[in-house]
């Protein structure tokens, strides 16, 4: 029986992920579970696999939690503080973080003193400190396993390949191109939230969801996939592929590519992170070859996906540009979706607070929390501009 923690239970990764325990209960208990503040669902969740521990970010949230009867017998943390208290305490064997942005690299790097085994959902912490999560991972000797369903496909086409990371010659990252793939590049300007957060595809967050339409969310898989596969940047390629049948691709030194293919459905990279090397029987839906009539592939457009060249500039010149990229683009998306900004502003904003930064070269962990904070600092102060 192995003990699992659930962080970002209450959002899009974090239930599947529940699904997908609810499904092999003889394998895992839930020993903890977190939300930023959504405590009407953690109490349903408490309810259901009543875990020893719940951590609530909001701290108002957790206050009013403790007055629910799903409250009684578990320990409730508060805070960010509280969160890392609780994987410290708790007693866990795999952590699968479903915490989106930034927010998820200090559970991680906890996580990683603690557990056996990280089923991975949150690119942004790799995309911050990929170097540091990496070593302590190894050192800890951690299994990081990938839930993003394209990092999951490369995970089991080199698996199933050579098993060697060295033998790999390029990564070919799929995405379906999100749901401005064919809006003509003049109206971007005029595109609204919810048109951003409208996916052909995948059902996600809003945060994420502009990310895929911006194209940003493969330049941050294109960091994340440098640091867990050890491939050079250049070596990580992008294709738009709108079916979104085939997940990700691998090409090996001797010419051979190996391909996941699958429907859209998070809960087999999930299942698969929580069980492996084992493959167990699921309730995800077959996909059935006699119905796929094309599969599709082209190289994005950079005028259409600015952020994705943006992304590639800051991935190949590493340091702490990375984590800055990162911090830029999600204080633009959080400005975009409650309307402050245009969506073409968002990569403009990046653009310039990566020009105005001054690298670190091999960043410790202050050094990457305090390029963080300056790149939120300049960005609000030029989305205050942009605002006024």
Known sequence: ??????????????????????????????????????????????????????????????????????????????????????LESAGIDIIVVGIVGSAALRPVLTGLNH?????????????????IVMEQAKRRKVKIIPVDSEHSAVFQ???AGSGRKSQIKNIYLTGSG???????????????????????????GKKISVDSATMMNKGLEIIEAHHLFGVP???????????????????????????????????????????????????????????VRTLNFQAPDYKRFPCLEIAYEAARKGETYPCVLNAANEEAVSVFLKGGIKF??????????????KGIKQPCLGEILDADMWARVKTKEMLGAVNN
């Open 178 to 204: 999100g749901p401005l793939l064919k809006t003509p590049v003049k109206r971007l300007k005029d595109i609204t939230p919810a048109e951003a957060v409208n996916h052909p595809k995948w059902k996600m």
């Open 344 to 357: 073409t502003d968002i990569s403009r904003i990046i653009g310039k607070i990566l020009s105005s930064h």
């Open 115 to 131: 557990a056996k085994r990280l089923a991975l959902a949150n690119k942004e912490s790799l995309v911050m400190a990929g170097g």
């Open 233 to 291: 940047i250049d070596c990580i390629k992008v294709l738009i592929h709108p079916e979104a049948i085939v997940h990700s691709m691998v090409e090996f030194r001797d010419g051979a590519m190996l391909a996941q293919l699958g429907n859209c459905d998070m809960r087999a990279p999930i299942q698969y992170a929580l069980t492996y090397p084992l493959r167990l029987s699921s309730p995800v839906k077959r996909l059935d070859f006699s119905r």
């Open 157 to 159: 086409c080199v698996d």
């Open 1 to 86: 029986m192995q003990r699992a923690a659930v962080l970002g239970s209450t959002g899009s990764i974090g239930t599947s992920a529940l699904d997908v325990i609810s499904r092999l209960m003889g394998r895992f208990s839930v020993t903890a579970l977190s939300t930023h503040s959504n405590i009407k669902l953690l109490s349903e969740q408490v309810k259901l696999f009543r875990p020893g521990a719940v951590s609530i970010i909001d701290k108002k949230k957790a206050a009013e939690f403790r007055r629910y009867p799903a409250s009684r017998k578990i320990r409730v943390y508060e805070g960010e503080e509280g969160q890392c208290l609780m």
